[in-house]
C-alpha cells in the first residue's frame, strides 16, 4: 500500500498517496485548469509543468479564480 | 450572478473589476464567473480589493495574471480598515514594481494631485482618484483636486469610489474625467437595473457636457433674450 501524506488545498487538510503529481491532484479535482491560478507553498506553479511536480507532506496548495468584485 | 451580468450590460460598462479567490473545491457545481461574463465581451480588470499590503497586493495580481494573461490590472492597497482610504507610500511602491514586472497598472489613489503626479512618474497607466471613501455615496468631495490632477496629466483618469447617484458621475465627467468605477452606487439601490441605466445615461450625458465647453460662470444676471424690439 502506497504511503499517504496529509497536504493542504485551499485551507482544507486532505490526505493523498506520497509523491502524487500535481496535475493528477487537479485533475480529480475537476478544475477547469484554463481558468485558475495555482500556488504551491506561495510560489505560482507554471500551469504547463504540473506533472512534473509531485507532491509531498505539509504541502501548501492555493487554486484561485476569478469572482465579480472590485 | 446573472443579475450582476445583466446590470452591467445595462450599465453600457467596457470594463469588470474582478477579485481574486479560492476556488471552492467542495462545491464544484457552483458556475465561475467566465460562465457567464464572457471575458472576450468585456474587460476583465484584476484588482486587490481588500489588500492591506503590497505583498498581498503583488501577490494577487501575480496570480491574476497566471489565471489568463491579465496584464491590465487594478492596485488597490488600503490602509485603514473603517475608512478605507488607501495607503499611498505602499501603493506607490506596489505601482513601481508592478510597472516594471510589465504590469498596466490603472491606479486607486487618493485626490492629491502632487500623490497623481508621482504615481504617473513611477508608470501608472491610469489615475483613479477617490470622490469620497469606498461605499459611502458622498460623491465628489473635492472637485477642485480632480480638476487640478485632470489639468496635469493626459492619462486616464477614472473616479473610483464614493459615487451615490447617477448625477455624481454626469459631475465627474464633466470635470473631464475619462469614466468612472461603480459599484455600491448600483447595486444597493432599491432598483440597480433602473440605477445602472441612470448611470450609463449620466455618463454620456456628462461627457457631451464636458466636449460642449460649459459657459463661464457670472456673479450678475445676464438677459438672454435680445433688447431690441422691447415694447
Given at each position: 500500500?502506497?504511503k499517504?501524506i496529509?497536504?493542504?488545498?485551499n485551507d ?12 493528477d491532484l487537479?485533475k480529480?479535482?475537476n ?9 504551491l507553498?506561495?510560489?505560482?506553479v ?10 509531498k507532506?505539509?504541502d501548501?496548495?492555493e487554486?484561485v479564480h476569478f469572482i465579480?468584485?472590485? | 450572478m ?19 479567490r479560492?476556488?471552492?473545491i ?10 457567464y ?17 503590497s505583498?498581498?497586493a ?6 491574476a495574471r497566471e489565471?489568463?494573461?491579465?496584464k491590465?490590472?487594478k ?5 485603514d ?5 488607501p ?10 514594481i ?6 498596466k497598472v ?10 497623481a503626479?508621482r504615481?504617473?512618474?513611477v ?6 482618484p477617490?470622490?469620497?471613501p ?7 468631495l ?13 492619462l486616464p ?10 448625477s455624481d ?6 470635470l ?7 459599484n ?13 441605466k441612470?448611470?450609463?445615461n449620466?455618463?454620456?450625458a456628462g461627457r457631451q457636457?464636458?466636449l ?9 444676471g445676464s438677459?438672454?433674450?435680445p ?5
Amino acid at each position: 500500500m502506497k504511503k499517504k501524506i496529509k497536504i493542504k488545498i485551499n485551507d482544507k487538510i486532505i490526505k493523498i498517496d506520497d509523491k502524487t503529481k500535481l496535475s493528477d491532484l487537479i485533475k480529480n479535482l475537476n478544475v477547469p485548469l484554463k481558468k485558475v491560478a495555482i500556488e504551491l507553498n506561495r510560489e505560482i506553479v507554471d500551469k504547463k509543468k504540473l506533472n512534473k511536480i509531485n507532491l509531498k507532506i505539509n504541502d501548501k496548495i492555493e487554486i484561485v479564480h476569478f469572482i465579480g468584485g472590485g | 450572478m446573472t443579475e450582476c451580468a445583466r446590470a452591467i450590460k445595462i450599465s453600457g460598462a467596457d470594463i469588470v473589476t474582478v477579485a481574486v479567490r479560492r476556488v471552492n473545491i467542495t462545491n464544484k457545481k457552483k458556475p465561475l464567473l467566465m460562465d457567464y461574463l464572457d471575458p472576450k465581451k468585456i474587460t476583465y480588470l484584476p484588482n486587490t480589493a481588500g489588500c492591506f499590503n503590497s505583498y498581498e497586493a503583488l501577490r494577487t495580481l501575480r496570480l491574476a495574471r497566471e489565471i489568463g494573461g491579465w496584464k491590465l490590472v487594478k492596485l488597490e492597497v488600503l490602509g485603514d480598515k473603517s475608512n478605507l482610504f488607501p495607503e499611498m507610500i505602499e501603493t506607490l511602491r506596489s505601482t513601481e514594481i508592478l510597472t516594471k514586472e510589465g504590469f498596466k497598472v490603472m491606479v486607486y489613489c487618493n485626490d492629491d494631485p502632487l500623490m497623481a503626479k508621482r504615481l504617473e512618474n513611477v508608470g501608472a497607466a491610469a489615475i483613479m482618484p477617490l470622490a469620497a471613501p469606498i461605499g459611502s455615496g458622498l460623491g465628489i468631495l473635492n472637485k477642485i483636486n480632480i480638476q487640478i490632477i485632470r489639468n496635469q496629466t493626459k492619462l486616464p483618469l477614472i473616479i473610483d469610489a464614493g459615487l451615490g447617484q447617477a448625477s455624481d458621475a454626469t459631475i465627474a465627467m464633466e470635470l473631464g474625467c475619462d469614466g468612472v468605477l461603480v459599484n455600491t452606487a448600483i447595486a444597493k439601490a432599491k432598483k440597480p437595473f433602473e440605477m445602472a441605466k441612470a448611470f450609463r445615461n449620466a455618463v454620456i450625458a456628462g461627457r457631451q457636457s464636458y466636449l460642449s465647453g460649459r459657459i463661464e460662470k457670472k456673479v450678475m444676471g445676464s438677459a438672454s433674450s435680445p433688447k431690441k424690439g422691447i415694447i
